[in-house]
């Protein structure tokens, strides 16, 4: 219980605090507009961001401190100061320099854009590579199993790391460095394969219901309902246990099962967009123009409707991305996802989750897990980040 | 009040219409498997005869359709029919008589009972907090504050479940031993004690369903501030906080109950990996070790129970935006 009087206590402090601001910044700028309009709750919420960079500036400098207990217990703080500053400088970097390099249209791009969504293009570019290289970029081979297994990480041998292995090895002996980088080829690439399968079905039938209408529409429209009446997820455990039954021991095939599984239920959702934009399209004079031209069903749809569904359908393909990602995250999490052999960051955070529980006396023991998982946290952030621009920039929402 | 009535009975049968056609999906889902329940109990050995036996003991030699509506009078009636794995072969045996152990029905029961605690607490702790703090980003939009919440929001709403979770052991569990990281909860626990369990999952929900429903709130607010009569009322010279909060606010309302029902949608269906993160003994979990060793009873069951309570969160969600926006109240 001391617990939560300490955090009344603290609160008090900073409810009294904020009264104190105000009054001694009247008092002192002569009732300059700024502290003379300033209501009770902002001098409050002064105080309180004060106080929380105070916290976090304090706990990076005692994760420094050379008595190893209290060091190890503001460890994960210290490293997520680091880390938060790591990425503002490189998205600011790199923000500069599409500013200054590349062509006319894309440094206009650069100039507008908020550091969040620079941020997110870069992780993009970052995971891109990663996942395409990792053949290349990889240590060692994402199944093979070494030596030593459970080497610590950090590489530090006098605590039971190994400078061969920065990021140490799992419980099996694979090289986790290996496994992360390899995650990113399978995890984001299977994720990215479902999402276009999503959308060429969706998509697909979304067009073809809005211009053909009718009863294949109706069908069509009525089928989707239902299946979104069942929560994703939920529908994805059931048919994977089905799935799971007719691959039988045959691993890859379940792994497959899992992307067309995953694709048609995403797909219902690509389709109520497909359609609505689809709707809207149908009715404009050069769809009618091009039918009296006596045009194909196919050439309706990929010339015409299309082209002019591209931006909303874009930003719809980034969420997607994000919820397809996350669905296979955490089927693999629960288990029934990217079986093994392969490397995965959901498998890796399941099979190294209990470690976190030593982060009192071995902080490096308990990163391995949370690494997985913030690899795939980071990926759905930047994406979002992404995604939120666009939207933002295209709606010309400005306020 | 006729026609809200009658709006209310429409959607009511329009979700009692879904519940029944997605009954029939996860029915005819589960049947596509291959072999059959009896060849799946027995496992590779099994004689030919045994099969048959268990095959009638079921009435798996009847037509789907007989099946599905056997199933589906049972499940209305509350029995949900035997659990494989719990099954033990007593009750096909028929040593069993009406001991009820096996039923899929009883294990659900006090996991269900567990799982809607876990979302009571969720939803008490997150509904207050959200809607504070989103009027609060919308009453200082575009500060330094809105700005860090929108991002804050935005990143709590990507990230994976159990990728919050595991941050929250790791600094309310193990760094700072506050809350306990395993929720075991069992029956005949003190009140205090078990909410003090359920605590840590429900931070966990909490911080993936505020980020929603604060947003929402925000937008919402946002979205009346250009309409003339908040202008007229700032210019007769009510405090921004007045005018938000007496004048936009119940304006604001429909969209926003709507995003906490569908929220509260979530919660029932979202708790199946926060609840594998802290073994919480809920309906998620069993959901998932059943799907894990191929159950198809509790998988039918349980998926059913999802299905239902989320398309009856809709509907309501649906039924109170009704109630409180009087243009849908009297359709023209």
Redesign the interface.
């Known amino acids: 219980m001391n617990?939560f009087i300490a955090i009344v206590l603290w609160l008090a402090a900073i409810a009294a605090a904020g009264w104190v601001f105000r009054f001694v910044g009247q008092k002192v700028t002569g009732n300059k507009p700024l502290f003379r309009d300033m209501?009770y709750?902002?001098a409050v919420?002064y105080i309180l961001?004060a106080v929380l960079l105070v916290w976090l500036g304090w706990s990076y400098v005692l994760s420094r401190s050379p008595d190893q207990t209290i060091a190890n217990?503001y460890f994960?703080l210290g490293k997520a100061v680091e880390g938060f500053l790591l990425f503002a400088a490189s998205a600011w970097a790199f923000r500069i320099f599409g500013r200054n390099v590349g062509s006319a249209g894309t440094r206009k791009l650069f100039r507008s854009m908020p550091l969040?969504a620079s941020f997110g293009i870069l992780t993009i570019i970052i995971y891109a590579i990663v996942a395409i290289f990792a053949g290349a970029i990889a240590p060692y081979g994402q199944e093979e199993i070494l030596g030593a297994a459970n080497v610590v990480p950090g590489g530090n041998p006098a605590m039971g790391g190994n400078p061969d292995y920065p990021l140490g090895t799992d419980q099996i002996g694979r090289d986790i460095l290996s496994r992360l980088i390899y995650g990113a080829q399978n995890t984001v690439g299977i994720a990215f394969a479902t999402t276009v399968l999503a959308f060429l079905i969706g998509a697909t039938l979304g067009f073809l219901a809005a211009t053909l209408g009718g009863w294949l529409d109706q069908l069509l429209s009525r089928a989707v309902?239902?299946?979104m009446?069942?929560?994703s997820?939920?529908?994805a455990?059931?048919?994977?246990?089905?799935a799971?039954?007719?691959a039988g021991s045959e691993k890859g095939l379940l792994t497959f099962y899992m992307v067309v599984i995953i694709a048609v239920i995403d797909s219902t959702r690509v389709f109520r967009l497909a359609r609505a934009v689809g709707l809207n399209i149908v009715v404009m004079d050069y769809i009618e123009a091009a039918k009296l031209r006596g045009e194909g069903m196919g050439y309706l749809i990929f010339r015409e409707i299309l082209p002019n569904a591209t931006a909303p359908l874009l930003a719809e393909f980034g969420l997607r991305f994000?919820f397809v990602f996350?669905t296979i995250?955490?089927l693999s999490?629960?288990?029934?996802g990217i079986q093994p052999p392969l490397a995965d960051w959901?498998t890796m955070?399941r099979d190294l989750?209990q470690f976190?529980?030593f982060?009192?006396f071995a902080p490096q023991v308990?990163s391995a897990?949370?690494l997985a998982?913030?690899a795939?946290?980071l990926l759905?952030?930047a994406?979002?980040?992404v995604v939120?621009w666009m939207l933002h920039k295209s709606s010309g929402l400005k306020? | 009040m006729a026609s809200i009535l009658r709006i209310i009975a429409q959607r009511l049968a329009l979700g009692i219409v879904t519940l029944f056609v997605v009954s029939i999906v996860i029915f005819a889902a589960v049947n596509l498997l291959p072999g059959d329940f009896a060849q799946l109990i027995l496992g590779q050995g099994a004689t030919p005869e045994a099969v048959e036996a268990i095959r009638q003991d079921l009435g798996l030699d009847q037509p789907p359709i007989t099946r599905y509506f056997q199933w589906l009078a049972g499940a209305v009636q509350g029995d949900l029919g035997n659990s494989f794995a719990q099954a033990n072969f007593a009750s096909f045996a028929g040593t069993d008589v009406g001991t009820g152990q096996g039923s899929v029905a009883a294990q659900i029961a006090p996991r269900f009972e567990n799982t809607m605690f876990l979302a009571g607490v969720t939803a008490v702790i997150a509904v207050p907090i959200s809607i504070t703090l989103g009027v609060l980003a919308a009453l200082y939009r575009n500060s330094a504050f809105d700005r860090t919440a929108n991002i804050l929001t935005l990143s709590s709403i990507s990230s994976p479940e159990f990728f919050l979770a595991y941050i929250l052991i790791l600094f309310l569990a193990v760094l700072n031993p506050i809350l306990p990281s395993l929720s075991n909860i069992y029956d005949g626990m003190e009140l205090s004690d078990r909410f003090i369990k359920t605590l840590l999952p429900a931070l966990t929900l909490t911080l993936v369903v505020t980020a929603h429903m604060m947003r929402m709130t925000r937008a919402a607010i946002i979205n009346l501030l250009a309409s003339p009569y908040i202008e007229m009322a700032r210019l007769k010279g009510i405090s921004p906080m007045r005018v938000i909060v007496k004048h936009a606010l119940p304006n604001a309302l429909a969209p926003i109950i709507n995003v906490i029902a569908l929220n509260l949608a979530y919660l029932i269906t979202g708790v199946v990996v926060v609840e594998v993160v802290f073994v919480y003994p809920g309906i998620g979990q069993l959901f998932v070790d059943s799907v894990k060793i191929r159950d198809i009873p509790v998988v039918q069951a349980c998926c059913l129970i999802f299905a239902a309570a989320y398309i009856l969160l809709n509907l309501t969600a649906d039924i109170l935006s009704i109630i409180s926006n009087p243009r849908l109240r009297h359709p023209k």
Do not use: H, R, Y
């Not at chain 1, 455990?237 to 089905?242: A, D, E, G, P």
């Not at chain 1, 999490?333 to 029934?336: A, N």
């Open positions: 617990i209501s709750g902002v919420g961001a217990k994960f969040t309902d239902v299946l009446a069942i929560p997820l939920i529908f455990l059931l048919l994977m246990t089905i799971s039954a007719w994000c996350l995250a955490s999490f629960l288990g029934v959901g955070v989750a976190i529980n982060a009192a308990a897990p949370l998982a913030s795939i946290a759905t952030v994406v979002n980040f939120d306020e």
